[in-house]
């Protein structure tokens, strides 16, 4: 099982960001694609997680209306869209996947490397 997350970057607030998670090595139709979002000092938190039937589950409050998430299964990929950006969403993201979605990152046995985030004028 791999998961390679990818498109962060530096970015001002209110901007845009796009953030790939591309998938290999498993069924990925079957799985659940969660993202998480760790910032220095900080535990390691649940932003959102799509399911595999492509339900969507919200795990902090302070993203929606804001980042939306989708899964193409013919590509493997989840992408992550982030709009309105604000310096608090500075964290380095992870996907990971499990066949469910969890708010706890500990029930997830697969993750990606990780992609740095930041928010600055």
């Known amino acids: 099982v791999q998961l390679q997350a990818s498109g962060g970057g530096l970015v001002q607030p209110g901007g845009s960001l796009t953030l790939s998670c591309a998938a290999s090595g498993f069924t990925f139709d079957y799985y659940a694609i969660g993202w998480f979002r760790q910032a220095p000092g900080k535990e390691r938190e649940g932003v959102l997680c799509?399911?595999?039937?492509?339900?969507?589950?919200y795990y902090t409050d302070s993203v929606k209306g804001r980042f939306t998430i989708s899964r193409d299964n013919a590509k493997n990929t989840v992408n992550l869209q982030m709009n309105n950006l604000k310096p608090e969403d500075t964290a380095v993201y992870f996907c990971?996947?499990?066949?469910?979605?969890?708010?706890?990152?500990?029930?997830?046995?697969?993750w990606g490397q990780g992609t740095q985030v930041t928010v600055s004028s």
């Open positions: 990971a996947t499990d066949r469910a979605c969890y708010r706890n990152h500990v029930y997830y046995d697969y």
């Open positions: 799509i399911s595999s039937s492509d339900d969507i589950t």
